[in-house]
């Protein structure tokens, strides 16, 4: 079995070498490992550098200019040349064992798309937050199983994630030209496309989750909402429509999405122009009731009235994880 792993990167000279390393010292052996340098400002390339002198499976593509997270993943996963790759962003780790267990997993089930596991959030100084899993028990599950739980999210533990080369070839990898929620869009388009996938139930890997001190997250917001509404728009609605499925549950998690994205409207780094360009988005996801009354309970500073909401929702996840 030949697996390449893809890591794209950009502006990660403090954990990038950190990255390849644990691609490089697996207990079975990449066939290669690409890097997707995207203009990196710095000192990223001088370590790309080095270590391409020193690992010789290590190729590293320095991008002329910058593509983005979508592109740039997009151009690495391209570039392999294994019939199974790897997708590890340069800041994560991968644990020797990662591509030996979930190789043995593709064994058993030829016919997944794609295999991932279960994760340890790190922070940004490589200190142990809480395991990630999923509410699943180990094993595979159908493209059809996968696409009816995708309309509740993104169904992975992280993006780390193994791929069936087959698999993005018949998506055209990541065909998706917003900035966020590339990964998501990924894994429903492989199993709109019949692929089923693999889950252990074992941490192999180690996510690095980052304080978002500079508000990052809050400024791309639009761009996040309209990734979801391109999840729902061009692959789950239609995926429901050629089965003949009920698109009930696709309207209802759209208007759930916007409700709880709708609580941005509140936050105080957005200019009144900014939050009807949010609220616009909003309603392309979901123009239900709801999410209207949603958009103008938190305008209004009224969104207290949804706490409980979060409450139920967090109670739910502990349930389903105390249950696998």
Not at 79 to 90: E, F, H, M
């Amino acid at each position: 079995m030949k697996v390449s792993i893809c890591i794209p990167t950009f502006n990660q000279e403090k954990y990038v070498e950190i990255a390849i390393r644990s691609a490089f010292q697996q207990t079975m052996a990449p066939y290669e490992i690409i890097v997707s340098n995207d203009c990196s400002t710095d000192g990223t390339k001088n370590i790309l550098d080095k270590l391409e002198k020193e690992i010789a499976i290590l190729k590293v593509i320095h991008q002329p200019v910058n593509l983005g997270i979508a592109k740039n993943v997009d151009s690495c996963l391209r570039s392999a040349t294994g019939d199974y790759i790897v997708r590890l962003d340069s800041d994560d780790y991968l644990f020797p064992e990662y591509i030996e267990k979930l190789s043995h997993q593709f064994k058993q089930y030829p016919e997944a798309g794609y295999a991932h596991a279960a994760v340890q959030e790190i922070d940004q100084n490589g200190n142990h937050l809480t395991v990630r899993s999923l509410a699943r028990k180990s094993g595979f599950q159908s493209g059809n199983e996968a696409l009816q739980k995708a309309v509740n999210g993104y169904k992975v533990s992280a993006n780390i994630i193994f791929f069936n080369r087959k698999a993005l070839e018949k998506v055209d990898y990541v065909s998706f030209n917003i900035n966020f929620a590339e990964d998501y869009y990924m894994v429903t388009a492989i199993s709109a496309a019949g692929f089923g996938n693999i889950y252990l139930n074992e941490v192999l890997s180690k996510y690095r989750v980052w304080v978002d001190g500079g508000k990052v997250r809050q400024k791309r917001k639009l761009a996040e909402i309209d990734g979801l509404t391109s999840i729902f728009t061009n692959l789950l609605e239609p995926a429901f429509k050629k089965r003949n499925w009920d698109i009930a549950a696709v309207n209802s998690n759209r208007a759930n999405f916007a409700n709880i994205h709708a609580s941005c409207l509140a936050w105080n780094v957005y200019s009144k122009a900014e939050k009807e360009e949010l609220v616009n988005a909003l309603y392309k996801l979901s123009s239900a009731i709801s999410v209207k009354f949603h958009v103008w309970a938190y305008l209004n500073g009224l969104g207290f009235l949804f706490f409980y909401k979060k409450t139920v929702s967090k109670a739910k996840v502990i349930i389903k994880k105390l249950l696998y």
